[in-house]
């Protein structure tokens, strides 16, 4: 990463209105690729005012937005080998020339009469391309999947319930901890047929480490949210899979949340560093999850070396390391038709998608979070597929403080603890970008596009978008020799569906309860969709 | 999930409904063609616009079950059981939106007719709102319209099971 220094951020060098939403960005030899929902925009930065050079229409299904849990959103385009990897809402991934925005392929792997969409990111790693599906709130069966890179075929698919050897789990599964250990867990830790639409989706973020060709993800929330129709540990959801790049041959397994009851999907990054650990070098694995407690895991074989809270939590004690399991607060737990109050982390987690970003310099962590709670109730529901399979009312709120509901901090991997934090209004849903001279970025969800110094959180420079900011900062270095940064400006996502869905605030189950705790954010930002690019001096 | 618990489900929603049955019959005897020819919602026209060509105004014929139904407190609680059974509830919420559009607002794309949204429900809507033609009967479907339209009334959300 070049190196910004710590001096003012020059100005504004373009802009792009976008039409509303999108999340992802991603940088392809100085070109930023942009997916704005659904249409893929490649801007030209060699000339002044960053002309468009191409944009890409996928024209996904209409029908596919009412299948898509949490607001229309995508969480990023890959550049490799010349081409930019995408999904579409419809459930496609789609493979565009680079240069020409000619698309090269393009492969069907979600059905939409299923509830399945594809929002993630896609992974780029040798010569494949990681994906996987979305829909942990209809009922879907999760999954991820390889695909080659030049031709789109599908070199393996693996799902996160089920039978063996459709999860593939064989010879080479060699998990840390007893739990994982048998025959056909995905079908054994479920009522009869219930893995079948048990959710356990693939929509956050995939790691590859190209020594121990491994590929990491997390898996989602099983289906549906009221747990007291699921009895078990619901395997393999709520986790994280290790598996060969080549062949998708499961290795290890870690399940954050067993028989997970709060919605606490285990998609969130997994960032991997090589750290000392108690005097020891390891290969670690760094994961801020939902349910409020940073891991750090033995990337090599699974074990769970720390899992200290983050975040105020109610809903559970802690991690016993020596079982690795999670230990629930019985007070707590939800039960069908009782309103259990003040659970923490509320649904979206302690944090959600929004992924942080690791120093090198700093040797800290950046982690944009959430500081929710929730009030829960437990419903009937059955299993129409098409439809969403939740099952709960829900009713989310500040956590504790004083309203605040998002927090922006640092936190030390070595010694379990947070640096410094800074409080903001609303859940900070955007990314973080942390840079070689020591700034950080981040954006709100009022607008403010942030810049603070590395080590004492101290704000260094602030710049107003025309709307809420939930994607994610890119920088890079121009052909000028200067150092870039980029923010996509345009509120939406689950925590601002109540914007960009004009959802109304009597209602505070709206939005999966999300709406309860959101009910300012119109009176402080409204729609958008611009690009703003600006050069640090 | 149980097809077991599915079963239980469609089997309470039968209970809950038994005593429409006779006139749900009836309807389908006036209007024999409503299983098959388009549009089933018998002698509805509806009309998404308030323009037509000429300065007039579009020509709509509300329907006679729907006047029967809308506002009747027995036929409302049914489409409430069947708003959250349907998983409508999971879209729409209680009112306030979600992944569909929020139906206790002044606002209606579709129209707020109860025609209009026995329409909506019974076709789908371009933008993911699924067509229930043919998995739910016609008296249902006018059921839950029933219950949609007192959700913009002004009334605070109803809650299902607390």
């Not at chain 1, 419809?90 to 565009?96: I, K, S």
Request: hydrophobic content about 35%; proline content about 6%; overall charge neutral.
């Amino acid at each position: 990463m070049p190196g910004a220094n710590t001096g003012p951020i020059e100005k504004v060098k373009a802009t792009l209105r976008l039409g509303e939403q999108g999340a992802g960005s991603s940088a392809a030899r100085g070109r930023p690729l942009r997916t704005a929902c659904c249409t893929l925009y490649a801007l030209d930065l060699s000339q002044s005012g960053a002309p468009l050079k191409w944009t890409f229409d996928p024209a996904p299904e209409p029908a596919s937005q009412g299948v898509a849990c949490c607001d229309v959103v995508n969480r990023g385009a890959a550049y490799a080998n010349g081409k930019v990897f995408f999904n579409t809402l419809d459930g496609d991934t789609v493979a565009v020339d680079a240069e020409t925005g000619k698309q090269v392929w393009r492969t069907k792997l979600g059905d939409i009469r299923l509830g399945e969409t594809i929002t993630m990111a896609p992974l780029p790693a040798k010569d494949k391309v990681i994906v996987g599906n979305s829909g942990g709130e209809m009922g879907v069966r999760g999954w991820a999947a390889a695909l080659d890179q030049a031709t789109g075929r599908v070199v393996w698919k693996a799902t996160n319930t089920g039978p063996d050897k459709d999860v593939l789990i064989g010879s080479e599964f060699k998990p840390f901890y007893a739990q994982y250990k048998g025959k056909d867990l995905g079908v054994s830790t479920w009522p009869a047929d219930m893995w079948r639409q048990g959710g356990g989706s693939v929509w956050g973020w995939v790691s590859y480490d190209p020594d121990l060709n491994l590929v990491y993800y997390g898996v989602s929330n099983p289906g549906p949210w009221n747990s007291s129709l699921r009895p078990g540990d619901n395997l393999w959801t709520a986790g994280i899979f290790a598996r060969d790049l080549d062949t998708g041959a499961a290795r290890w397994f870690y399940q954050w949340s067993p028989h997970d009851v709060s919605d606490y999907d285990g998609v969130n990054e997994n960032v991997l560093v090589d750290l000392m650990w108690k005097g020891q070098p390891r290969k670690a694995l760094v994961h801020p999850d939902r349910n409020g407690y940073m891991y750090v895991l033995d990337r090599t074989n699974g074990e769970v070396l720390s899992a200290a809270p983050y975040a105020p939590i109610t809903s559970t004690k802690g991690v016993d390391l020596a079982s690795g399991r999670l230990i629930y607060n019985e007070d707590k737990r939800p039960e069908q038709g009782k309103t259990i109050t003040d659970i923490c982390p509320a649904a979206p987690g302690a944090k959600d998608w929004q992924p942080s970003s690791f120093s090198h310099k700093s040797g800290l962590l950046y982690v944009p979070h959430n500081n929710l709670c929730m009030d829960l109730t437990e419903v009937e529901v059955g299993y129409i597929a098409g439809t969403p399979y939740v099952g709960t009312d829900v009713k989310m709120k500040a956590g504790p403080g004083d309203g605040h509901r998002g927090e922006f901090m640092a936190w030390d991997i070595g010694h379990s603890r947070k640096i410094w934090s800074i409080n903001e209004r609303f859940p900070v849903w955007s990314g973080a970008l942390a840079t070689a001279g020591d700034v950080v970025f981040y954006g709100t969800m009022e607008g403010w596009f942030k810049a603070v110094d590395a080590s004492t959180g101290k704000l260094l420079w602030r710049f107003k978008t025309s709307s809420g900011i939930i994607g994610q900062p890119t920088t890079w270095k121009g052909s000028d020799g200067k150092q870039y940064v980029a923010i996509l400006s345009g509120v939406g996502g689950w925590s601002g569906a109540i914007v960009a869905g004009d959802l109304d605030k009597r209602d505070g189950t709206a939005a999966l309860g999300f709406v309860n705790a959101m009910k300012d954010l119109p009176d402080v930002t409204t729609k958008g969709g611009t690009l703003y690019v600006f050069t640090l001096g | 999930m149980s097809t077991h618990r599915l079963a239980l489900l469609f089997s309470l929603m039968a209970f809950a409904l038994s005593a429409c049955d006779g006139s749900d019959r009836q309807v389908k005897k006036q209007t024999p063609s409503s299983e098959t020819a388009a549009p089933s919602s018998s002698d509805s026209e509806v009309a998404l616009v308030p323009l037509a060509p000429g300065g007039k105004v579009p020509l709509q014929t509300a329907s006679a079950e729907g006047a029967r139904i809308e506002g009747d407190p027995e036929q409302i609680e049914a489409g409430k059981q069947l708003f959250m059974a349907m998983n409508c509830v999971g879209c729409h919420f209680h009112g306030g939106g979600g992944m569909g559009p929020p139906l206790m607002d002044t606002k209606w794309i579709y129209g707020s007719s109860i025609d209009n949204i026995a329409a909506t429900i019974r076709e789908g809507r371009p933008n993911g709102m699924p067509s229930f033609r043919g998995f739910l009967p016609d008296e249902q479907i006018w059921q839950i319209a029933a219950y949609v339209k007192t959700l913009s009334a002004g009334a605070p959300p109803p809650f299902a099971t607390q």
